[in-house]
């Protein structure tokens, strides 16, 4: 079975500035979807950015981007020009890809870090 | 339009009594989902459903009995509640099983078990 592991329940980072999320997972699958989910104080789950496996490219999205690095099993997320409304729980995700052998394709979440941003 | 609805928002109950959380998604996504976030916060899959077909059964006590009267609905029955029960349950969609493309979660059922 696949685990998502966090090291980090808690990370602070003053207004501007950069920080990055730590993301380890473990799989014997060759494909595979990774995914950072938002959880603000209102509770709903917002997608933040996504990574197919296969692309060794790594996924932006404005001042959000990953580190993924496949043979090390990792995908780090890195907030730049951090702003207030970063503050929130962000959670790590992993899914199978179609046809990579995995038994279902549910996302498999890790335990989250809580990410404070002090203006 | 609210893309993932679910009601309740809250729900306090005695224990033993039995519950439902109803959710919809006006996205016409073919695969429906609930999850579990317990007070840690850490969020784990109960159901999945895919054109109202089960998929998913994540080990979940048969207490919780999920119903998908169509691909729109999934809804959440809980049997003779137990206090540990307490958590939120988010309900989500996709327009597939499997791919690359997002869930879109709910707002989220706060349930409290006294």
């Known amino acids: 079975a696949q685990t998502v592991t966090q090291s980090q329940p808690e990370m602070s980072v003053q207004e501007a500035e950069t920080v990055t999320l730590s993301c380890t997972y473990d799989t014997s699958e060759s494909d595979y979807y990774l995914f950072w989910y938002k959880q603000p104080p209102s509770r709903q789950m917002i997608l933040v950015i996504r990574q197919e496996a296969y692309k060794q490219q790594n996924a932006t999205e404005n001042r959000f981007s990953v580190n993924f690095q496949k043979a090390a099993k990792s995908f780090s997320l890195k907030i730049s020009d951090s702003q207030l409304g970063d503050a929130a729980m962000y959670f790590c995700a992993y899914r199978s890809a179609p046809y990579s052998g995995g038994s279902n394709y549910k996302l498999t979440f890790g335990k989250g870090t809580l990410l404070t941003v002090n203006p | 339009d609210t893309a993932v609805s679910q009601t309740p928002k809250y729900l306090v109950t005695q224990m033993g009594n039995d519950k439902s959380i109803k959710c919809e998604q006006n996205?016409?996504?073919?695969?429906m989902y609930w999850y579990k976030q317990d007070s840690k916060k850490f969020l784990k899959i109960m159901f999945s459903y895919n054109n109202k077909e089960l998929i998913i059964n994540e080990t979940v006590p048969n207490r919780f009995s999920p119903k998908s009267p169509d691909k729109a609905h999934l809804n959440l029955h809980i049997n003779s509640l137990e206090l540990g029960d307490s958590a939120v349950y988010f309900c989500?969609?996709?327009?597939?099983?499997?791919?690359?493309?997002?869930?879109?979660f709910g707002p989220g059922t706060r349930l409290l078990v006294l």
């Open positions: 989500a969609s996709s327009p597939r099983l499997a791919g690359l493309e997002t869930q879109y």
């Open positions: 996205l016409g996504h073919d695969t």
